[in-house]
């Protein structure tokens, strides 16, 4: 079997990403690992400066690492049990209200 890998990068632009991930599906792809474009650090900052009074953590390396075990067992035909599945083909981790008073566990 083989298997074909193609990273994109979007660099932050979510419009970037819907187009990378419209191209992707035309194009036949039997697998397709999105992390999405995350705005965290920019939410974070405003949280610190009192902008705004809460935000949301997106777990990025976590979705990042259940994306890889699923692509792997999926291009293995590998045991998937362990894997969170949402409808069976979807992975998605939680996000985390973050205020002011617990802030520094983004950090």
């Known amino acids: 079997m083989a298997i074909n ?3 994109l990068d979007a660099s932050q632009s979510q419009l970037t990403q819907n187009e990378q991930v419209k191209n ?3 194009k036949g792809c039997d697998v397709v690992c999105v992390n999405l474009v ?6 974070i900052e405003a949280v610190k ?9 997106n777990d990025k ?3 990042a690492r259940e994306m890889l075990n699923l692509a792997f067992a999926i291009a293995t035909d590998g045991d998937k049990s362990d894997i969170p ?3 069976g083909k ?6 985390h209200k973050l ?4 802030i520094e566990e983004s950090e």
């Not at 995350?38 to 939410?43: A, K, S, V």
């Not at 400066?49 to 953590?57: D, F, H, I, R």
């Open 49 to 57: 400066n009192e902008e705004m009074l809460g935000t949301v953590y």
């Open 38 to 43: 995350d705005r965290t650090d920019e939410g």
């Open 5 to 7: 890998l193609e990273i």
């Open 85 to 87: 599945l949402i409808d």
């Open 90 to 95: 979807y992975v998605r981790t939680p996000y």
């Open 24 to 26: 992707m599906i035309d």
């Open 99 to 102: 205020t002011l008073e617990n």
């Open 61 to 63: 390396d976590g979705q």
